[in-house]
């Protein structure tokens, strides 16, 4: 047999082999653990199919040893991404958890199963994100470098990035109809919303002219409201949140330098640190900004804060009223 058929048999068998594994997440006999609503549930489980045919591909087999499976794990956490930096604490912690859910499943014994074993943090590490979130200086230089290059799909991403936080696949999934020029608003539905969460993210005028300008100016100009609010050059439709990376990563590289590269979370660890700090006005209170980057708690938005500018002025700006 050709290895080509050999190879493209083995992909239709690992294919299935993550449908049964995905059917097994699904079943009823998981919720007992943690009971969550059942767009949670669906996101969940897509994400542990990812990840573990990530590890399969690498691991080059189907059904590898547990022996197999752990040096691949530990190779992977080693490696840097492709855009030069480890994988995030909760990036991993997501991977450990789908390799312990496919053991499970299959019946195999990795050994110690704790996070420890695998030298995993068990709480988000905000040391990366603090160094990542940009200062006022080169917030204005890269938007002011951004409009002067003349590319309104790519300055109306990156503002609407770092002027509402909005995560990636908003830019990604969001359509035409969603975006309200009056309301100064985007919606976003469950395809764009994590978990299948729906919301609305705020933005402010000029970002609203931003976008309203490069919609006006596209070629799809007449297009009805089911077509992409952010198109892809390449296909014409919606972009893929990795490109959204890619993008955002490429421009902030080019505009800043390699010190000043950012992705669109660290964008939106940016929006999240002004507003709560009250960089560029008066801080917006935790309970409207946790609702803006639709946080499911406020503890969660506050691990995006991170310490900004003075103390002694922070304090005089808040308490400037008598």
């Known amino acids: 047999e050709r290895p080509e058929a050999s190879r493209e048999m083995a992909k239709t068998e690992l294919d299935a082999d993550l449908d049964r594994f995905a059917a097994w997440l699904a079943n009823d006999h998981n919720e007992g653990r943690r009971r969550r609503t059942r767009a949670h549930r669906r996101e969940t489980i897509r994400l542990y199919v990812e990840r573990m045919a990530h590890l399969l591909r ?23 991404t492709r855009y030069g930096k480890p994988a995030s604490d909760s990036t991993v912690r997501s991977t450990y958890y789908a390799l312990k859910a496919w053991a499970q499943w299959k019946g ?26 940009m200062d006022q200086a080169d917030v204005h230089l890269f938007l002011s470098r951004l409009a002067e290059a003349g590319d309104r799909r790519n300055y109306a991403i990156c503002r609407t990035l770092l002027r509402s936080g909005p995560r990636r696949r908003v ?28 919301g ?18 596209r070629w799809d100009k007449g297009a009805d409201g089911e077509a992409p609010l952010f198109h892809s050059y390449l296909t014409q439709g919606h972009l893929h949140p990795d490109s959204v990376t890619d993008l955002v990563v490429t421009l902030t590289q ?3 330098g390699a010190e000043g590269r950012r992705t669109p979370h660290e964008l939106r660890h940016t929006f999240i640190t002004f507003a709560a700090n009250g960089i560029e006005g008066i801080p917006m209170p935790l309970p409207q900004l946790q609702r803006q980057v639709q946080h499911s708690h406020a503890t969660t938005t506050m691990r995006y804060v991170h310490p900004a500018g003075d103390a002694r002025e922070a304090y005089d700006r808040s308490m400037s009223r008598p």
């Open 254 to 256: 080019r505009f800043l």
């Open 171 to 198: 830019i990604a999934f969001a359509k035409r109809k969603h975006f309200d020029y009056d309301a100064r608003a985007i919606t976003v539905d469950e395809v764009a919303g994590k978990g299948g969460h729906t």
């Open 108 to 133: 195999l014994d990795l050994g110690p199963q704790a996070l420890d074993a695998f030298d995993i943090p068990r709480n988000p590490n905000n040391g990366r994100a603090a160094e990542a979130v």
């Open 200 to 217: 609305l993210f705020i933005v402010d005028q000029l970002t609203a002219n931003a976008i309203r300008d490069y919609l006006e100016t």
């Open 58 to 80: 690498r691991a080059q087999r189907i059904n590898p040893s547990p022996e197999a499976l752990r040096e691949v794990f530990m190779a992977w956490m080693r490696e840097p």
